[in-house]
């Protein structure tokens, strides 16, 4: 085993982590240790990295849990955040904070990956929140009214806009169908960890079942508010050769604005496990009533 070390990129959460031989596969110890930390931490950062996208889905794996016995055996999928990639996905505007498949009743997505394959400086971060931190600190009574109850999950325009009213950054409407939805849990339990999540996004979450309107939107507004309050981001700017893989359950995560004409922003993402449905986005400017 290498001698791993790392650096605290939050109190709460993230790690950076140097020591890790970009080759699989990975000995036992190695992957052992890799797992505990991204159980306790919801995400590495791991700097300088090979541009080797079976190493980036393979970690991935190994990060879910799973034994790997064969890396070459894996399925690998490309997909790329890009502004300049034809074929690009979110390849404008901003994304309000959000967990992949939040909206999705067969689809979960546990971990995500993203790898700086073209950066031209300055391109636009990413902004990461942890809602196990967000529950922990959750104020009693808060956290009272809401324990046991549960929230639809849903893509709707209108709520999209009111969240980002007032941002002079384009806002990118990402689910244009709207026609996906699930009821969960907002004292969310994590499958493999057992923390309990803050299970409410700005990007889907759009009532809390079981009580008014009014009482809906004010619980949700206290939650949000509490979740993104001002220093409790990581606020990742990038650098070519840079992995970022995260626990998608635990963390949301979010960007600035990205222009089409601004600099070369690429990243490869992988998703673990592949959600059965092919369908994309439409990736689509909104029209914001300012």
Partial sequence: MTEIKTRNLHSAFGLEVAGVDPRAPLDAATCATLRNLFDESGLLLFRDMADDLKFQTYLS?????????DPDALALTTCYISNKEPAGAAPFGRLLYHSDQMWSPKDRVDVLSLYGKEIEPPVS??????????????????RARVKDRVALQC?????????????????VSTYGGGDAFVITPIAYPHPRTGRTILYVC?????????????ESDELIDALLDHMYAPGKEITHHWRQGDL?????????????????????????KTLAPLPRSTARPNYAALEMNR
Avoid: C, M
């Fill in 61 to 69: 794996e190994i990060l879910l849990g799973n034994e790997v016995s």
């Fill in 202 to 214: 700005q990007q889907t979450t759009q009532k809390i079942e079981g009580v008014s309107a009014e």
């Fill in 155 to 171: 893509y709707d325009v209108d709520t999209y806009k009111k969240r980002a009213a007032g941002d002079p950054d384009v806002l």
């Fill in 125 to 142: 971060p990413t902004l990461f929140v942890s809602a196990v931190h967000a529950w922990d600190s959750l104020p009693e009574d808060l």
């Fill in 244 to 268: 970022v893989i995260w626990d998608n359950l635990t963390l949301q995560h979010a960007r600035p604005n990205v222009a089409t004409g601004g600099p070369v922003r690429t990243l490869r």
